[in-house]
């Protein structure tokens, strides 16, 4: 992640592993295993946030809600999950890229306007394809299989599951605020 950016995008858990932010956003539009793979390599110092299609209102609320709760500007690294090739490289999806797109829409719509130029590309698609993105998004999914692939069901919005120890603050009733 570059320090001179608010808000990242990055890619599968390569992405992750180079994220150090203060808030990790894993934007997976079916949260398939890509999802549960990340979520175990997440850092435990980080606010951990799902973003799918239809929650991104909703995990950038939350993120606002973490820079508020620090009293200074928060690092925000969007790690588009992807899928996999056979030979376990990734490979990335318009989906994900749509996901992660609209999250750095709304952070924007919040005055988290501050970020890379891969975010400034995903927003860029996620606002021009809006209209689009449904079909896109299962038309993808069509081609690559992933409809009939196990666990590849959307899922519910989530939102928070890793709350940095240090952060007694985020209590239950915080974080199903942002749901």
Do not use: K
């Not at 979520?39 to 809600?65: G, K």
């Not at 709304?106 to 400034?120: Q, T, V």
């Not at 196990?150 to 007694?168: I, L």
């Amino acid at each position: 992640m570059s320090a001179q950016y608010q808000v990242t995008l990055e890619w599968a858990a390569a992405g992750l592993r180079a994220a150090a932010a203060d808030v990790v956003v894993l934007a997976d539009a079916d949260r398939g295993p890509e999802t549960e793979e990340l979520l175990r390599l997440a850092p435990r110092t980080a606010l951990v946030l799902e973003a799918t299609l239809v929650n991104a209102d909703r995990i950038a609320r939350a993120a606002l809600d973490e820079q508020e709760r620090r009293g200074e500007r928060a690092s925000i690294a969007i790690v588009a999950a992807g899928e996999r090739w056979p030979d376990g490289s990734l490979r990335p999806t318009a989906a994900d890229l749509l996901v992660a797109g609209r999250v750095v829409d709304e952070l924007a719509e919040l005055g988290i306007d501050f970020h890379s130029p891969a975010c400034a590309a995903a927003c860029a698609a996620a606002v021009g394809l809006r209209g689009a993105t449904n079909a896109l998004v299962a038309a993808e999914a069509r081609g690559a299989g992933a409809a009939s692939a196990p666990g590849s069901t959307p899922g519910p919005a989530h939102v928070t599951h890793h709350v940095p120890e240090h952060t007694p603050e985020h209590t239950p009733e915080h974080q199903g605020a942002a749901r």
